[in-house]
């Protein structure tokens, strides 16, 4: 990607923290790997704009062969406060996650492995940084808040169940 670009997007998230507000800039934290389906692993939290306001989206793929295809979405919404915005993008400026290099960075070239993905965007401009086993030491504090985050929706967020993009009930516990 073209420094200017990085530049950029690196401005926009500035322009984010200071205002709370996503306006269209979208931030992604994705873990994933792991052996086939049904132990694949995929797990996707987004901070986005819908419409005039932002929320936080935790989508978890699942696997029933109860379904054709057997592949289906778990999902928790919630509204994003102003807060939680400025405290992801001053994490996401402060860690340098976009322009340090960690060793988790090096491919091992292992089938299966987990690996976990930060990604910014906003248009068709997009930045991603990708972890083989583990996010490195100098992010563990924007790892926290994501999981942080991935908790409270867990725990207060909408909940649903979704196949090929239609909700489907979810099963009686």
Do not use: C
């Not at 790997?33 to 819908?50: H, K, N, T």
Request: glycine share 6%.
């Amino acid at each position: 990607m073209a420094n200017e670009q990085v530049d950029a997007l690196l401005a926009r998230l500035e322009t984010t923290e200071r205002t709370g507000r996503l306006s269209g800039l979208e931030i992604e934290y994705w873990r994933g790997g792991g052996p086939p389906p049904p132990l694949y692993r995929s797990e996707q939290l987004r901070l986005m704009s819908a419409g005039p306001q932002d929320l936080l989206e935790f989508a978890v793929q699942k696997w029933d062969p109860g379904f054709t295809p057997p592949t289906l979405h778990e999902v928790w919404t919630l509204p994003l406060r102003p807060a939680q915005v400025i405290e992801v993008t001053q994490l996401l400026l402060a860690t340098n996650v976009f322009t340090a290099v960690y060793a988790e960075e090096q491919d091992p070239r292992i089938a299966d492995i987990i690996s976990y993905e930060i990604l910014v965007s906003v248009s068709d401009t997009r930045l991603k940084r990708r972890y083989y086993r583990r996010v490195p030491d100098a992010l563990a504090p924007l790892d926290g808040v994501f999981v942080g985050l991935i908790d409270r929706l867990k725990a207060e967020g909408r909940h649903g169940l979704y196949h090929q993009g239609k909700e489907v009930p979810l099963p009686q516990r």
